[in-house]
Structure formats: C-alpha cells, structure tokens
Nanobody
C-alpha cells in the first residue's frame, strides 16, 4: 500500500523558514516523481514544486522561485521542501503527491499527473 505522509508544517512569522518532509512507504521510492502542492482557503489547489525520480529535474511555481527548494533522499524515502522568506500568501495546506514514471527526468506541476497523495500539513504565515 503506497503511503505518503507530510510533516513539518506550523505557524511561522513572515520572513521565516520551514522545511516540509514527505515520507513515503510501500513502494519503490526512486521510481516515483514527487510533487508539492498547496491549497489556501477558498482557492484551488496549485502546484508549488516537483522533482523527478532521478532528482535531476525540478520545477517551481513563479511565486516561490528563489525561496523554495525541493530535494529528495531516496535512502530515507523522503522528499523535502525547504521554504525560506515565507510570506502570508504562502499560508495553505501543503500536500505531496507521487507518480511512478519510466522517464527519469520527468515531473509535472499538474495535479492530474499524480496518482497518490498525502493528507497534507498546515502552513500558516502570520505575525
């Protein structure tokens, strides 16, 4: 049974940092591309970042470029999202998602690309 669990969310002041983790279990982690998404109240879910199974290809939403960094540790079956210079508009529930890919350098910022999702972790940026 493929499982994803996010952690690391919380309440942070503007300008602060958080590192989200997405722990995976029940599948061959290094065969999967991973995406991070977020959904704020009253808004649609949006892609934040993605990372190919090889770790060599990444993508970021324009709103987080230069502030967020995605990475993976296949030995720990974990993907991280380092978030710096956080803004109130980053407040949302953050989800990680996974999909098995044959192409090593492929990932997507589209939610329809992914088949498995974690339950999400709340990130709140407020003073």
């Amino acid at each position: 049974q493929l499982q994803l669990v996010e952690s690391g969310g919380g309440l942070v002041q503007p300008g602060g940092s958080l590192r989200l983790s997405c722990a995976a279990a029940g599948f061959t982690f290094d065969s999967y591309a991973i995406g991070w998404f977020r959904q704020a109240p009253g808004k649609e879910r949006e892609g934040v970042s993605c990372l190919s199974r090889s770790g060599g290809s990444t993508d970021y939403a324009d709103s987080v470029k230069g502030r967020f960094t995605i990475s993976r540790d296949n030995a720990k079956n974990t993907v991280y999202l380092q978030m710096n210079s956080l803004k109130p508009e980053d407040t949302a529930v953050y989800y990680c998602a996974a999909v098995r890919t044959l192409v090593r350098a492929l990932c997507s910022m589209r939610s329809s690309f992914y088949g498995s999702w974690g339950p999400g972790t709340q990130v709140t940026i407020s003073s």
